[in-house]
């Protein structure tokens, strides 16, 4: 191959290589807010914003087509969505991957291989599949094989434990931080712990565990963002909130027009030819 084909290659290297680095060092910062896309029209928005890195949502991705969240689409549907995502932004875009999509630990490393052949510098991974958390071995291996595929400061994971939504036996604060202790060990660079809702044990856990923490915020908790970086955390994502706001307003809008048939629903509205503009690459 000569050079002259080789270098649109390289030059896509050297991008998504700055993508994932700025990406990570967000999270040695004093905090930020990741906003969740669920396609590309939505991304762009967020990026326009002035959001430095955009998250997808699996939530928002299943609801935009048309099936409940919780595994009901596949891997490449979902990979396909977070391609349409990476390419619409010139931020970083990092990909709720679910539990990573297979059985085994290879399956998952095969899943962030492709994760980062559509462009995603990061991707969520959870401990759990169809209710049941996988014990701390297997996630650890899951991780492992996750890290394997991307190596550390080419790929930010986030290593999501689901200890509070599973309702586990026992001292559920000192299992999650056992847990993400593990999961930064093994390569994590960042641990996402959904479903606390008081802020003191939110605070705890920042100070127990040992690397950067991710709390979404809008879902079990409704703690905003500033008083979640004062308790220690780094990484405040919305999950399918922004998702949940965006169909709400659509069928407010809906609402009206079939009950009164009235417009009032785009009062403050973005105009068409600000969008025209605003969709321009």
Not at 42 to 52: D, H, M, N, Y
Not at 136 to 149: G, H, P, Q, S, T
Not at 164 to 184: C, E, I, N, P, S
């Amino acid at each position: 191959m000569t050079a002259a084909a080789e270098k649109p290659t390289d030059k896509a290297a050297d991008k998504a290589a700055a993508k994932a680095a700025a990406l990570l060092a967000l999270h040695s910062g004093p905090g930020f807010v990741l906003p969740n896309a669920w396609d590309a029209g939505s991304a762009r928005i967020l990026e326009q914003v002035g959001f430095p890195a955009i998250a997808t949502t699996s939530a928002g991705v299943a609801w935009a087509s048309g099936v409940p969240d919780g595994g009901a689409m596949s891997r490449d549907h979902m990979l396909d969505h977070v391609a349409r995502i990476v390419g619409a932004v010139d931020v970083p875009v990092t990909a709720d991957l679910e539990a990573g999509y297979g059985d085994t630990a290879e399956d998952v490393g095969r899943t962030v291989t492709l994760a980062v052949e559509a462009g995603a510098v990061g991707a969520n991974l959870e401990d759990i599949r169809d209710g049941r958390l996988f014990d701390v071995e297997e996630a650890v291996d899951r991780l492992a094989a996750a890290r394997a595929a991307a190596p550390r400061g080419t790929f930010v994971i986030n290593a999501r434990t689901d200890t509070y939504f599973a309702g586990v036996d026992g001292d559920v604060f000192a299992q999650t931080v056992g847990r993400a202790t593990r999961y930064l060990e093994v390569g994590a660079d960042c641990v996402f712990v959904p479903g606390v809702v008081e802020a003191d044990t939110i605070e705890r856990l920042a100070a127990a565990i040992p690397g950067p923490l991710n709390i979404v915020a809008g879902l079990a908790n409704t703690i905003d963002a500033r008083t979640l970086f004062s308790l220690g955390v780094v990484r405040v994502s919305l999950g399918g909130s922004l998702a949940r706001a965006a169909l709400s307003m659509l069928e407010r809008a809906g609402r009206e027009l079939l009950d009164t048939g009235t417009l009032g629903f785009l009062d403050g509205a973005i105009g068409y030819a600000d969008l025209q503009q605003r969709f321009r690459r």
